[in-house]
């Protein structure tokens, strides 16, 4: 694998008189060759203010549109906003992701004294224009959970819509990753199966990430993080020969946290991640799918910098992030489009890396 360039998607362009700071990228590629980006923009990291944007790149992800919001909808109390966009079959683009309803601009996601988190909620927009306009977004109930749903959706063949993601808490038990189902188009959801649940169900599958390997095998790569012991396990490997009823778990030996991948054939996968623990780096990954097992072939790394750790002694393992949410998109050709956020120079910006296999 080579990399073949680096590139800069979104940074504010003026850090001397506002505070821009942009997080939570993702990328749908239409059937007319544009790539639609779809990151938040806030004053912080963890803002009030954080409201989701809209790029667009009619070259192959080497330039991009400045950034609009995907809407202008005021929502009482404020929601920090993050989605992710994907092209259906019909040709609209579907977002999803989910919101936390902040009750004053300075109260912080992660309460510090009880490690609660503030409610979220899990809602949709779609565009209908090849991702010019989008439709205010719109609250979705799976079961009353409200689901870290941080990934883009993946239409199967058949049309169904499926999502995955853990019902959000930082407790110390009752931690499970769901797969969720809409056969109408994402009108309605439905939880289908659960991808994860340790016994005793103290790991948590954060920040998980569908693979569709193509006829009934479905994958889940997702972070894993033992709330009992307070560290970072290796990635795992949700994987389904059944369309997604059941799963066993593969351990990818990886060890890093936020994570993403696409299928290159039914025994084969192209997957990113973000290694936050020394030696801090991303990283591209080709591996090797076995029924129990998976093995590393190559690896690419896109960036190593110790100074992007994460640190030691943070009770909220979300805390203090320097980059994180990567992502890949197929471009054709053996070429690929990641991307992710990173703090350069004290500003959260998106970054893209182009490589060929």
């Not at 680096?6 to 506002?18: Q, S």
């Not at 309803?101 to 004294?113: A, N």
């Not at 569709?212 to 972070?223: A, H, S, T």
């Not at 956020?341 to 182009?354: A, D, L, N």
């Amino acid at each position: 694998m080579q990399l073949l360039e680096t590139g800069i998607l979104y940074a504010n362009p003026d850090p001397l008189l506002v505070s821009r700071q942009a997080a939570f990228p993702g990328l749908a590629r239409l059937a007319s060759g544009d790539i639609v980006a779809l990151f938040s923009i806030g004053q912080a990291f963890d803002a009030a203010d954080m409201r989701a944007h809209v790029s667009r790149s009619t070259d192959n992800g080497r330039t991009w549109s400045a950034p609009s919001p995907l809407h202008t909808r005021a929502f009482t109390p404020e929601e920090s906003e993050t989605f992710k966009p994907a092209a259906l079959a019909d040709g609209t683009l579907l977002a999803t992701g989910y919101v936390f309803l902040r009750p004053t601009s300075l109260t912080p996601i992660v309460d510090p004294k009880t490690n609660e988190l503030l409610l979220l909620h899990n809602k949709l927009s779609r565009s209908h224009d090849g991702g010019h306009t989008w439709t205010a977004p719109e609250r979705f109930i799976v079961e009353d959970a409200g689901l870290e749903l941080s990934g883009p959706i993946v239409q199967r063949a058949s049309g169904e819509l499926l999502g995955s993601g853990a019902p959000f808490h930082l407790g110390p038990d009752n931690h499970e990753g769901w797969l969720i189902s809409s056969v109408d188009n994402g009108k309605t959801w439905q939880k289908k199966s659960i991808f994860f649940r340790a016994e005793p169900s103290i790991i948590a599958p954060w920040e998980s990430r569908l693979i569709d390997f193509g006829g009934e095998r479905i994958g889940v790569l997702f972070w894993a993080f033992d709330i009992a012991a307070g560290h970072n396990l290796t990635n795992r490997l949700a994987l389904s020969d059944d369309g997604g009823e059941t799963f066993r778990i593969l351990d990818t030996g990886i060890h890093a946290q936020a994570s993403n991948g696409l299928a290159l054939g039914q025994g084969e996968m192209l997957s990113i991640h973000a290694h936050r623990e020394s030696p801090v780096g991303l990283n591209i990954y080709r591996s090797r799918l076995h029924h129990d097992r998976v093995d590393v072939l190559d690896t690419l790394p896109l960036f190593a910098d110790e100074r992007l750790g994460q640190g030691t002694g943070e009770a909220d393992p979300f805390a203090n992030l320097r980059f994180g949410q990567p992502s890949l998109l197929a471009l054709g050709r053996d070429e690929y489009l990641a991307c992710c956020w990173q703090v350069e120079h004290g500003q959260h910006v998106i970054k893209t890396f182009r490589i060929r296999l």
